[in-house]
């Protein structure tokens, strides 16, 4: 499993999880990148957070964290069809999968070295699509 974000100027960071993802986990990784990720895209300091509202993502300790360190966007629980990191990584999957990595690590690799490019230009095309709703 792969923890990814980004924003309208491109992506943040994409780190690699071991095992079996759990809401422990989610606050560490959220320590670790959300606060690099912000300062590679140089958001500054008025950016609202947006996530997929899975259940790890909304457990009482992962909410707790978020309400004391960032602003996060009301938003309807798991609507893919809304989503834009969703839609991403539907897309990144795709192209990824041509790609057949057998492993975690290999696709850590493919999605490092492909992702940013592609990220950039499915960022774009949301983000027009987003302004011309």
């Known amino acids: 499993m792969l923890w990814g974000c980004f924003a309208a100027g491109g992506t943040g960071a994409l780190h690699k999880i071991d095992g079996i993802m759990r809401m422990e986990n989610d606050v560490d990784i959220l320590k670790q990148h959300l606060k690099t990720s912000v300062r590679k895209l140089k958001?500054?300091?008025?950016?609202?957070?947006?996530?997929?509202?899975?259940?790890?993502?909304?457990?009482?300790?992962?909410?707790?964290?978020?309400?004391?360190?960032?602003?996060?966007?009301?938003?309807?629980?798991?609507?893919?069809?809304?989503?834009?990191?969703?839609?991403?990584?539907?897309?990144?999957?795709?192209?990824?999968?041509?790609?057949?990595?057998?492993?975690?690590?290999?696709?850590?690799?493919?999605?490092?070295?492909?992702?940013p490019k592609f990220t950039q230009c499915i960022v774009g095309s949301l983000w027009k699509a987003t302004l011309n709703v």
């Open 43 to 115: 958001l500054g300091r008025k950016w609202v957070f947006q996530m997929n509202n899975d259940p790890k993502h909304t457990s009482k300790v992962v909410a707790k964290w978020l309400k004391d360190k960032v602003k996060v966007l009301e938003w309807p629980s798991q609507s893919p069809d809304l989503n834009p990191i969703e839609i991403l990584w539907s897309e990144l999957k795709k192209r990824v999968r041509a790609r057949r990595p057998t492993n975690l690590t290999q696709l850590h690799h493919c999605v490092r070295r492909n992702g």
